[in-house]
């Protein structure tokens, strides 16, 4: 338990924020947004833990945190899913929590804010619960590239939804809009890489199968998670192993 507290560090615009909201008054308030929040990342932690990866980096922001997992992209997609979800769980079992231990102004304050983050949190905007909820869903469907699509896609819409939102009812949360932008293109610019290493990792290592699915045409980008494919070629099939291995050669062989 002391290592995975190691692991925790608040970002600096959290200081920040701490300054700012005590300086105009709001201590109590504070607190209970970062007791929120901070709960909310450790349910997530929990089911990490549970699934047996190993947690790099846990940083906490004035309104939600990220963590940072050692895990392969080719790692189950219904633990994905349950990850995603863990910390809206978390938030959800603290509703019973509060009512017994909180009264008056400082329970409906409570109320306002978990259901506040909850709702945020399931936005399926990059990088929110809801977002990677959404892309293990697609992976569930569509070959891993074509999620990564739906799953930008998605995001940018829903973006553009909540910046309209914001505008229209005068919510002001045009900080939040700031960080989630630049999260997005992060993400773009790792895109490439990511791509790569999913394909990598199919190369190098045996994951496990759901299905098995064939091809007639040698195209990677139909590999899907938890689904073995085989492709056709020259009256007979080869393994996903084989063609990749193909492809990598063939990247090498241009580069040198």
Known sequence: MKNILTKFHLNITTYLFFL????????????LIFSIVFLHECGHV??????????????????????????????????EMLISLSGICMQLILYPIAYIILEGKTYQTFLLYNTTIILFNLLPIIPLDGSIFFHSL?????????????????????FFLFIY??????????????????????????????????????YLHTFPSKKIENHYQKDIKVLKKETTHFFYDHDSFKNEKEVLKEKFAKRVRLKT
């Open 46 to 79: 929990i089911t990490i833990l549970l699934c047996r990866y190993k947690i790099l980096k846990i940083e906490l922001y004035p309104f939600g945190g990220m963590t940072k997992i050692d895990k392969p992209i080719n790692s189950s997609i219904n633990k």
């Open 165 to 202: 939102g914001n505008y229209k009812y005068k919510l002001d949360n045009y900080f939040i809009c700031l960080v989630l932008f630049f999260r997005f293109l992060t993400l773009k610019k790792e895109e490439k890489y990511l791509i790569q290493r999913f394909y990598l990792e199919r």
């Open 138 to 158: 697609f992976e569930k469907f569509f070959p891993y590239q074509k999620a990564f699509q739906c799953y930008k896609v998605l995001s940018v819409i829903c």
């Open 20 to 31: 700012i909201a005590f300086l105009c008054g709001y201590f109590k308030e504070t607190i």
